[in-house]
């Protein structure tokens, strides 16, 4: 079943070896180990949601245990919550649409009632989108869970219709049945939806290839409070406003989406992942540019810095054989600080061969040092296992978070190097210790994401706790948007990252927004205080009140 | 110089040979031809023009020509009332801003005097985006070309920064000078500007590389009613809306773009059109769809239809040539309704020559008979001059006209079919015969853009030529829209296509399109008419008063 105050399925359970607790412990100190009494029960957290408030509708489950599963997402500050038993504030209820009328119906009830409604896909938000504001209106979740149907596969032009609420496996077995795969794999794809993947502007592991969620989202239909909006299919177009794009990172602002239209490929009959290593960023660096802008059809690049990459061999278990590997590099000129990129290839066996050698051939001429596909094997097998150290680590008294940006070219460097130091001075005001590293997580002809890691120790006490990442949190962002990078590459806004989305729109561009969401949700019920940054203050008491409740 | 009422340079002339005259009079009968004499003269046409009712303002030119050379685009209609002198409206007045601060200027100067404005790049729309609007309010077109340098060239990132008025030509020959290229060549590309693309959504022939102007467009400043909106560069967001999405196609309804940075690459080392033959439509749409959906990093393809191959040949001269090619075509098993595929392949040497191989494996599968390079050097040679077929065909008392749409892969042959057949519909009303032929000018793995041209005779009278040309824009329009295409792939909407976007964007779509534009314009100034359908009215009543004229 699922966990509902952690990462993914209560059987599923990754352990952190002896060496790599050491590893932490020597960056940033031992920590307390926690077990299960130290943490909320889920009938605690039941037991404190307020009565709802709903007028009863036959669509909407009004449960506790319900309400307390659809309350928070995956973001630290929510986990803590859920944890240390502060939740807050609940939605009054949760509401399990199984078609596009049942949610107009539901529409027409927030709008009578004045019920602030919240979307819900997969729960897996980052950023706070599904924060319940404390105000006196009711709150709705609204789960799309339930229609997740693929409705129509068109072979000839690549075009699948799904209900919006399709998880990521099950979207991929619908597909798979058929020969096809979308091929959008963000690391949260166990638990998320297609519709999440939509309104938040996702953007998957091996987005090279299948490009990110705006490349693949052809058409969709969308319930808002002013009406439908249907949005047909056409390979381009140059008629006027492209409406897919004010659907794209609309968050819930603006209405639900009930059904989406994605452009599928046939599953490749091959698919590869080799890995390469430098001796330091620079040359790294410049050999991922170079193979960017080459845009030489592989399916991912994923370049590790100096401090990733020695953390990811000291948590891989396998002392010998990692032993045996990093004397091999050192020789090979690969010492301390050297770099891991790993590369993607995935389609016809002939045409993605090609472009591995030619990318390989790209690679070695910056130094890299080819060490073929084990590395990358290792990598696939895990890349949705390893949200789940997570859980292991909160269990071993750390936490771990996560901040994401892009960037252009210029910028790269200096923009990971000041999100590091952010988090360090920041964590040191609590007098803590971080251990930071960074990987570029997608690779552009123009710039790169720039996803930095963050671990460090719990307090163990909610209050510290929240202080702790609130600090960290405020720094990284801030040192963020000085370096010119947007607030997010691939988590979306939420509340978290409002209040900095003015930094890049620009007041005209915040206000632009403002009158599209007007104009499609007039009565502002639609997912209030997420994703424009003006309703910033709301979201702000309505989460210090959440800490003090 | 550049001609006034007719395509491109007036020192260029494309003759029609004995023979293409010939082909043509027997598939739609001889027409008269006709000399200067039989047009008005820029004179005549100058007379004409109203004194202005502009305010005096030190950056707008009231005099007659300068008002004349920017009253009309290039779409027939603006074609007929410029060459019978029937022009109707001009602008009041054109502006030649220097700066985005000159820009501001002229908007406030528009806001206090009530004037409309028209922006105004190279002129070179085909749907009636420049037509000025018969109404008591003033009209101010406002030159964007003084705009025209080069700002910045960021290397590492690929990013060059334009003043948004650089025609085509003066673009690549300021990035030439650094190694670089945008690629984006569109038809019109020597005399349309960066901005015109953009607010357009123009698409290059060589898109399938160099991408669609949306994908090339990273950043700029666009100068509005309600402030100035300025969007920053990232690589990729997930933050919220994406504002160069709101700028793109806005058609001058929302500001006047004044810088654009796009992304542009180094220019290829190596570029080759290859041709293939097909013995007839089928096979041909199969194998280019199979082309597009292997995704092998072509530059172009383009194929031609069974007639499209036929009139290309018939009016390419080198009658022995092309009777050679024609036999051994033949023998090849394409003879009568045998259809050209063009394909190009651009970039560093070794990779571009990899993807014309597997290409070329691939199209003859489906029976393709690959021809070599001649016909792709002369397709090169040629790319921008074909448009002078026009100024030609009008000497000789023949009108060409073109239409274009995109859609998913099973309704192409369809529409192709409905779009030519309602043409010929139309024509025969007027007792006319048109020569209709299509080529699928860009393709996707979704499916392709359609793109039908027209010949027919000149009446040799301005209303039976105007109404020719309204029975067969409506009948191909609506074909268009039944047939589920988008009314524009490449050419925009303007006034013409406006009474067609509402099918394909829904209520609730143009709603929300007016929604934006009514922000950034609160007073209705920009453009008004143009590209939403509920302004269409007033146009239709200015343009009969314009033919009443």
Redesign the interface.
């Known amino acids: 079943m699922r966990r509902w105050n952690g990462w993914g399925d209560d059987t599923i359970h990754f352990a952190l070896a002896p060496d790599a607790l050491a590893f932490l412990a020597q960056r940033i100190g031992g920590s307390r180990s926690r077990d299960a009494g130290d943490d909320a029960s889920f009938e605690q957290a039941c037991a404190a949601v307020a009565p709802s408030r709903l007028p009863p509708h036959r669509l909407i489950d009004t449960g506790a245990a319900v309400r307390v599963r659809h309350a928070l997402g995956q973001s630290l500050p929510d986990w803590l919550k859920l944890r240390y038993g502060r939740i807050g504030m609940a939605p009054d209820g949760v509401a399990f649409p199984e078609s596009a009328d049942d949610v107009r119906e539901l529409l027409h009830y927030a709008q009578r009632y004045r019920v602030a409604l919240i979307p819900h896909g997969g729960g897996t938000s980052v950023a706070g989108h599904l924060t319940v504001e404390d105000s006196a209106q009711p709150v709705l979740s609204v789960s799309t869970t339930r229609m997740c149907r693929l409705h129509h596969l068109?072979r000839?032009?690549?075009?699948a219709t799904f209900g919006a609420g399709v998880f990521g496996p099950d979207l991929e077995a619908q597909l798979r049945a058929h020969g096809y795969t979308l091929g959008h794999f963000p690391q949260s794809f166990e638990y998320s939806t297609l519709g999440g993947w939509i309104v938040?502007?996702?953007?998957g592991q091996q987005s090279l290839r299948y490009g990110?969620i705006?490349q693949l989202f052809?058409g969709g239909v969308m319930e808002?409070p002013?009406?439908?909006?249907?949005?047909?299919?056409?390979?381009?177009?140059?008629?006027?406003?492209?409406?897919r794009?004010?659907v794209?990172?609309?968050?819930g602002r603006m209405g639900i989406l009930t059904e989406a239209t994605v452009?599928v490929?046939p599953a490749p009959e091959y698919e590869a992942f080799h890995a390469v290593f430098y001796p330091d960023w620079k040359s790294a660096e410049t050999a991922v540019?170079e193979l960017a802008?080459?845009?030489?059809?592989l399916s991912m690049l994923r370049l590790s810095n100096g401090v990733e990459t020695q953390t990811m061999l000291a948590l891989a278990g396998h002392k010998k054989l990692i032993g045996a590997l990093e004397a091999y590099l050192s020789l090979r000129g690969c010492g301390e600080g050297k770099c891991m990129l790993m590369l993607g290839t995935s389609?016809?066996k002939?045409?993605a061969r090609?472009a591995m050698a030619?990318a390989l051939k790209l690679a070695r001429k910056r130094g890299g040092v080819h060490i073929g596909c084990k590395m990358g094997d290792k990598w696939k097998q895990n890349r949705f296992r390893n949200v789940y150290l997570r859980n292991a680590a909160w269990e071993h008294g750390y936490v771990i978070d996560t901040v994401e940006t892009?960037?252009?070219?210029?910028r790269v460097e200096s923009t990971m190097q000041a999100v590091e130091a952010a988090a360090k001075q920041a964590l040191a005001t609590h007098g803590e210790m971080v251990h930071t590293y960074t990987h570029l997580s997608?690779l552009?002809?123009?710039?790169?994401?720039v996803y930095t890691t963050f671990v460090y120790r719990l307090a163990g006490n909610f209050d510290e706790d929240m202080a702790r990442w609130r600090t960290l949190k405020g720094a990284v962002s801030q040192a963020i948007v000085d370096c010119?990078?947007?607030?997010?590459?691939?988590?979306?806004?939420g509340s978290d990252?409002a209040p900095y989305?003015a930094a890049?729109?620009?007041?005209?561009?915040i206000?632009?927004?403002a009158?599209?969401f007007r104009?499609?949700d007039p009565q502002g019920v639609m997912n209030p205080g997420k994703?424009?940054p003006d309703a910033q203050p709301a979201v702000a008491s309505a989460q210090a009140r959440g800490m003090a409740a």
């Open positions: 068109d000839e032009s690549q075009l938040t502007r996702s953007s990110r705006e052809a808002t002013s009406g439908r909006l249907e949005i047909q299919t056409f390979p381009a177009s140059a008629a006027g406003t492209d409406l794009e004010i794209l990172g609309s968050e452009r490929t540019r802008q080459a845009k030489l059809g389609g016809g002939p045409q090609a030619q892009a960037v252009d070219w210029p997608h552009y002809a123009q710039g790169a994401s010119g990078g947007t607030i997010s590459h691939q988590h979306g806004v990252h989305l890049e729109k620009g007041a005209a561009g206000a632009a927004m009158a599209i104009h499609f994703l424009l």
